[in-house]
């Protein structure tokens, strides 16, 4: 079993990143990437745990890029962290993702919400080097009694309905591709069925070849909340644009209840195989070192 899709305190996740790795390898898998959104922060801290464990540490991080007045997930897999176009990207994001956070906290003054950047800040294991999002607000406002729980906090302020949500600066997928292919590392398709699994599956194929035309490398044919019959038709998809299949449980520990590492919501087992196949393209994408002379 592996798990290509997972997020610790580096951005919303509660495990650090040492510890999901000893997690991963407490469970018997063969290999956990690390996909924090938008920071590569805990990587270091990530390879330096899997050095000695049985356990491969995959390199990663999750970009939410705009789609259609919409957004879509990229997860760049095999990625060097040390990648400094890669690292400007993400600084880019997360300098827009700081002044959202201030937007959103104005908006929740408005309405009689206070919370300090002090308090939101404290809802993040990893202190201050950490990305926030809106779980953290999410985390905040139950603790200070403004919400009873995290459905109520999104429907209520912080999702797209919601009335202190803020849009942030998305780049676009191919951009993204574009850097995570200069990286050397993948770019897949998170959970193609969207956060609930609900978009239809003809808007589902037509992403993903549009997607492919921008050089997407392979998408998440196994996640958390994948039915069986969304696994068969992203994996007919798979082969009909050439792509990779992969696949994570999006575990973000007690900030997502009910989905655990490698099995996500209770049925998900991704085939091992599926490493190879991924580290293979990643290293089709990899320049040689010295440039080749005639
Ligand atoms: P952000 O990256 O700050 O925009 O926050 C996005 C994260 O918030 C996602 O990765 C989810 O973990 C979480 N999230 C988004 N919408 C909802 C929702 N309606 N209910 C619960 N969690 C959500
Ligand atoms: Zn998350
Ligand atoms: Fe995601
Ligand atoms: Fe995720």
């Given at each position: 079993m592996i798990d290509l899709h997972t997020h610790s305190s580096a951005s919303d996740g509660t495990l650090a990143p040492e510890t999901l790795l000893a997690a991963a390898a407490r469970r018997g898998l063969r290999a956990v990437a690390l996909t924090d959104h938008d920071t590569m922060a805990g990587v270091p801290e990530f390879l330096a745990a899997g050095a000695g464990s049985d356990t491969i540490p995959v390199p990663g991080v999750e970009v939410a890029c705009s789609w259609y007045g919409g957004s879509l997930h990229l997860l760049g897999l095999f990625v060097d962290h040390q990648n400094s176009e890669l690292q400007a990207l993400l600084g880019e994001i997360r300098e827009a993702r700081e002044r959202r956070n201030q937007k959103i906290l104005r908006r929740l003054a408005e309405q009689g919400v206070a919370l300090s950047p002090a308090s939101l800040r404290a809802e993040s294991q990893a202190g201050d080097g950490g990305v926030i999002g809106r779980p953290h607000f999410a985390r905040a406002l139950i603790r200070f009694r403004h919400c009873t729980d995290r459905n109520q906090a999104f429907a209520q302020?912080?999702?797209?309905?919601?009335?202190a949500y803020v849009r942030r600066f998305l780049p676009l997928p191919k951009i993204a591709v574009e850097t995570i292919h200069r990286a050397g590392g993948v770019a897949i398709l998170a959970h193609p069925f969207g956060g609930g699994g609900r978009v239809a599956p003809a808007a589902v194929r037509q992403k993903l070849q549009k997607l492919a035309g921008l050089g997407l490398d392979g998408v998440e044919a196994y996640y958390c909340d994948a039915n069986p019959g969304q696994e068969r038709q992203v994996l007919q998809w798979v082969e009909e644009f050439s792509l990779v299949a992969s696949g994570g449980s999006d575990f973000h520990g007690?900030?997502?209840?009910?989905i655990e590492l490698g099995r996500g919501a209770g049925r998900l087992a991704v085939p091992d195989a599926l490493l190879d196949d991924l580290r293979g393209r990643a290293e089709g994408w990899r320049k040689p070192a010295v440039p080749l002379r005639a």
């Amino acid at each position: 079993m592996i798990d290509l899709h997972t997020h610790s305190s580096a951005s919303d996740g509660t495990l650090a990143p040492e510890t999901l790795l000893a997690a991963a390898a407490r469970r018997g898998l063969r290999a956990v990437a690390l996909t924090d959104h938008d920071t590569m922060a805990g990587v270091p801290e990530f390879l330096a745990a899997g050095a000695g464990s049985d356990t491969i540490p995959v390199p990663g991080v999750e970009v939410a890029c705009s789609w259609y007045g919409g957004s879509l997930h990229l997860l760049g897999l095999f990625v060097d962290h040390q990648n400094s176009e890669l690292q400007a990207l993400l600084g880019e994001i997360r300098e827009a993702r700081e002044r959202r956070n201030q937007k959103i906290l104005r908006r929740l003054a408005e309405q009689g919400v206070a919370l300090s950047p002090a308090s939101l800040r404290a809802e993040s294991q990893a202190g201050d080097g950490g990305v926030i999002g809106r779980p953290h607000f999410a985390r905040a406002l139950i603790r200070f009694r403004h919400c009873t729980d995290r459905n109520q906090a999104f429907a209520q302020y912080l999702g797209r309905q919601g009335s202190a949500y803020v849009r942030r600066f998305l780049p676009l997928p191919k951009i993204a591709v574009e850097t995570i292919h200069r990286a050397g590392g993948v770019a897949i398709l998170a959970h193609p069925f969207g956060g609930g699994g609900r978009v239809a599956p003809a808007a589902v194929r037509q992403k993903l070849q549009k997607l492919a035309g921008l050089g997407l490398d392979g998408v998440e044919a196994y996640y958390c909340d994948a039915n069986p019959g969304q696994e068969r038709q992203v994996l007919q998809w798979v082969e009909e644009f050439s792509l990779v299949a992969s696949g994570g449980s999006d575990f973000h520990g007690d900030n997502a209840p009910g989905i655990e590492l490698g099995r996500g919501a209770g049925r998900l087992a991704v085939p091992d195989a599926l490493l190879d196949d991924l580290r293979g393209r990643a290293e089709g994408w990899r320049k040689p070192a010295v440039p080749l002379r005639a």
